[in-house]
């Protein structure tokens, strides 16, 4: 599955949906917050240290003959363990676009994209029209798609490469929220009062796409499909740092929101469900993202920010912040004396 943002979430709920119906699930996800393990799960258990580097020994060989990017190697290893596990079903998240993602080699039974919005624009284009482009490129003409946005610009690029069965938001399945609970239709099917496990308004429509994908999968392949273990799937599904409550009191909120898009709903959301809650926002975020218009919508939405950095390369870091935040805010406070 493809689309910019809500990828991970509607991939764990589309695990958990093929699980309860006692399906052995490989997932393939990226990146992973604590430690490599999660990349690769089988039923949702990360694949051991001595697995793992079980494999890494064994594809080593291949990796350096081919030169393979750390992703290129993860997906393969991801595909080596799968086979060798005998799973039932794959879920593969795309690392970057589609059209050349490494996940892309696969002939996949049932296609996702999420949505469509301006992110890692110097490798896959300015506009959302170039960027639905690629995303697109996971399609195959033959095999379903499902659209988890009303937007036409993913519409029309399935069209032009002759997709000929797509189910998008909207026009083919339908979704409601409220008070927390979801109803949802699909062709005949008519699920009410579903309780997602995974906060936030947002998630209707990962869950809905997930949900349509697992109905038109189970259709073509004779799955029963069963609505307490559906219900039960939705509620079980677990996915961290997706507006996860970390502490009730106080309230802490952990949110791994990465661009403007993401980070506007994820403020909208915060304030719809905790409005009497001042924010509070300890921010940090990648270098090559649009950080002037991120950090002003963090500021924005914020009653006060604290800026850090983590210990990746890519990170913006102390030098980062001390020249770009903090000398820029006192350019400001001198300015209005």
């Not at 695990?15 to 039923?43: A, D, M, Y």
């Not at 190697?73 to 050349?100: C, H, M, N, P």
């Not at 029209?129 to 690029?157: C, T």
């Not at 719809?272 to 649009?290: C, G, H, Q, R, V």
Request: neutral net charge; hydrophobic residues 35%; charged residues 30%.
């Amino acid at each position: 599955m493809s689309g910019t943002n809500g990828k991970g979430s509607t991939a764990a709920f589309l695990e958990s949906l093929f699980r309860s119906n006692g399906l052995k699930t490989g997932l393939f996800t990226s990146p992973h917050l604590v430690e490599e393990n999660e990349r690769w799960q089988i039923n949702r258990k990360n694949i051991s240290d001595e697995k793992l580097e079980y494999y890494m020994n064994q594809l080593k060989p291949i990796i350096e003959k081919y030169d393979l990017t750390y992703f290129e190697s993860s997906t393969l290893l991801a595909f080596k363990y799968f086979l060798d596990e005998k799973v039932d079903i794959a879920i593969l998240e795309v690392g970057l676009g589609g059209r050349w993602d490494s996940t892309n080699i696969v002939n996949p039974e049932v296609s996702i994209i999420t949505n469509v919005s301006l992110d890692h624009t110097h490798l896959l284009g300015d506009s959302i029209e170039k960027i639905a482009f690629e995303k697109v490129g996971i399609a195959r003409p033959d095999k379903p798609l499902i659209i988890g946005s009303q937007q036409k610009e993913i519409l029309n690029e399935a069209l032009k490469k002759e997709v000929k069965e797509i189910y998008q938001l909207g026009s083919d399945f339908f979704v409601e929220y409220k008070n927390e609970l979801v109803n949802y239709k699909f062709k005949s099917y008519k699920l009410e009062d579903l309780k997602p496990s995974l906060l936030g308004k947002r998630q209707t429509f990962n869950l809905a796409s997930a949900l349509t994908a697992f109905l038109v999968f189970s259709e073509k392949n004779k799955l029963e499909i069963d609505e307490d273990k559906i219900k039960k799937a939705v509620s079980s599904t677990y996915w961290p740092a997706r507006m996860q409550i970390l502490s009730e009191n106080p309230l802490i909120i952990l949110d791994g929101a990465h661009n403007e898009d993401s980070l506007i709903k994820t403020y909208e959301e915060i304030k719809e469900l905790f409005p009497d809650k001042d924010i509070i926002t300890i921010f940090s975020a990648m270098k090559d993202k649009n950080l002037d218009k991120m950090i002003n919508i963090v500021k924005d939405n914020s009653k006060k920010v604290i800026f850090t950095y983590s210990g990746v390369s890519r990170s913006i870091d102390k030098e980062y912040i001390k020249n770009n935040i903090f000398i820029e805010n006192v350019k400001k406070l001198l300015s209005m004396q």
